[in-house]
């Protein structure tokens, strides 16, 4: 496998605190539970910056690559937090090189929610913005493009919650006059019997 198809994790850095254990010890965590299918096998890690990292708020400028990965007790990695009410359970540590600054920024340029982006180490390289890291079904890829290419501002496996359920949209696009969800789900998705009746509904609506 060529290094620049090797798989990659954009994960959010929430604290100031994980900031200086990515700067000084060199590792990360992913709770066991909701980490992403990738996890185990990524090569490489790059972190997006929330809001309160100011001037670099909302972008992606460094990674790293992944030496190892094991499963360790939250409060094995922060003994300091034993009150935390996740200390015992599972977490994967990321064991890290230094991290390294990527060629240009990925900056996200809608306000958004998130926490991890599976991605190539070639997407970190060449993405212009957060939505270009995305990888997705094949028919997703050739929407994005095409909607890149005519200057549709979409963003990708966008958020919303409906009463505190989170739902994730292929393609949300804010417009003038409103918002639009656009969902790609192709011959696989559309096979199955419940998925018919359900998507026969929401066309008769």
Not at 19 to 47: E, G
Request: glycine share 0%.
């Amino acid at each position: 496998m060529k290094k620049f198809s090797k798989l990659a994790l954009v994960a959010i850095v929430p604290r100031k605190k994980d900031w200086k254990i990515l700067q000084k010890q060199h590792w990360y965590r992913i709770p066991v539970k909701s980490a992403p299918k990738i996890t185990t096998k990524i090569k490489y890690i790059a972190f997006y910056l929330p809001r309160i990292f100011d001037e670099d708020k909302f972008s992606v400028k460094y990674y790293a690559q992944v030496k190892k990965i094991k499963i360790v007790k939250r409060i094995e990695l922060l003994p300091d937090e034993k009150e935390h009410n996740r200390a015992s359970d599972d977490y994967y540590k990321l064991i890290i090189s230094e991290l390294r600054r990527l060629p240009k920024p990925i900056v996200s340029k809608h306000w958004r929610r998130i926490t991890f982006i599976p991605t190539t180490l070639s997407r970190l390289f060449s993405a212009e913005e957060i939505n270009d890291l995305w990888c997705t079904s094949p028919i997703e890829e050739i929407l994005y493009k095409k909607m890149k290419r005519e200057k549709i501002p979409a963003e990708r496996q966008f958020f919303v919650y409906e009463t505190k359920t989170p739902y994730c949209l292929d393609f949300a696009i804010f417009c003038r006059d409103g918002k639009l969800n656009v969902e790609c789900n192709g011959d696989e998705y559309h096979s199955q019997k419940k998925t018919k009746s359900k998507t026969a509904k929401e066309i008769m609506i």
